[in-house]
């Protein structure tokens, strides 16, 4: 019944930036905490960066000072803005929301960072 819509994957060269969206396809309450996590060839789906209900956000060391989270809550959407693009973040990449009715996943967008 929950869904998560992920937007603006694609191809990038180094250096370059590139934002992610998440919407859900309908309102819901009680989200707890929305985030994005990857998952490149061979390798664990690890978390990038999250946001919670307050506002707090954390962020792999791999990512800080380039990646930023942030949140609509009206539209109940979020969004990854990533800068200073790097190959190793070549990657697909997944919306995650958590609410007190449980964890829901997005499709997943492929993200390249390639010359």
């Known amino acids: 019944q929950v869904q998560l819509v992920e937007s603006g994957g694609g191809l990038v060269q180094p250096g370059g930036s590139l934002r992610l969206s998440c919407a859900t396809s309908?309102?819901?309450?009680?989200?707890?905490?929305m985030g994005w996590y990857r998952q490149a060839p061979g390798k664990q789906r690890e978390l990038v960066a999250l946001?919670?209900?307050?506002?707090?956000?954390n962020y792999a060391d791999s990512v800080k000072g380039r990646f930023t989270i942030s949140r609509d809550s009206a539209k109940n959407t979020v969004y990854l803005q990533m800068n200073s693009l790097k190959p190793e973040d070549t990657a697909i990449y997944y919306c995650?929301?958590?609410?007190?009715?449980?964890?829901?996943w997005g499709q997943g967008t492929q993200v390249t960072v390639s010359s």
């Open positions: 309908r309102s819901i309450t009680s989200i707890l905490a």
């Open positions: 946001i919670t209900t307050g506002g707090s956000t």
């Open positions: 995650r929301l958590s609410s007190t009715r449980g964890i829901y």
